[in-house]
């Protein structure tokens, strides 16, 4: 069963950074491209940033230059580190692979609070 455990959220003020984490299990983590998501009140689930298994990477374009995404193969580990948050950056943030199957479910998020 695959497991996904997100962490690193909090309340950070505006400008501030916070590292997020999401320790993946139940899967050869190192075959997949593993994504980041996140889901504001009252909105959609959307999709923030890809690193496949070479290493590349991609972002939704309002978010380039912010926040930077990266894997660690040894420890199933995905990273988002983000910088010069936003209030706008308010949400619950989740990691799956990308595409996410269809069958998976998601964890349980981890919260993050950007206060202006």
């Known amino acids: 069963q695959v497991q996904l455990v997100e962490s690193g959220g909090g309340l950070v003020q505006s400008g501030g950074s916070l590292r997020l984490s999401c320790v993946v299990s139940?899967?050869?983590?190192?075959?997949?491209?593993m994504a980041w998501y996140r889901q504001a009140p009252g909105k959609q689930r959307e999709w923030v940033a890809t690193?496949?298994?070479?290493?590349?990477?991609n972002y939704e374009d309002s978010l380039k230059g912010r926040f930077t995404i990266s894997r660690d193969n040894a420890k199933n580990t995905v990273y988002l580190q983000m910088n010069s948050l936003k209030p706008e950056d308010t949400a619950v943030y989740y990691c799956?692979?990308?595409?996410?199957?269809?069958?998976?479910?998601w964890g349980q998020g981890t919260q993050v609070t950007v206060s202006s």
């Open positions: 799956n692979q990308d595409p996410p199957p269809k069958t998976r479910s």
């Open positions: 139940g899967i050869i983590f190192s075959v997949y491209p």
């Open positions: 690193i496949y298994t070479s290493g590349r990477t």
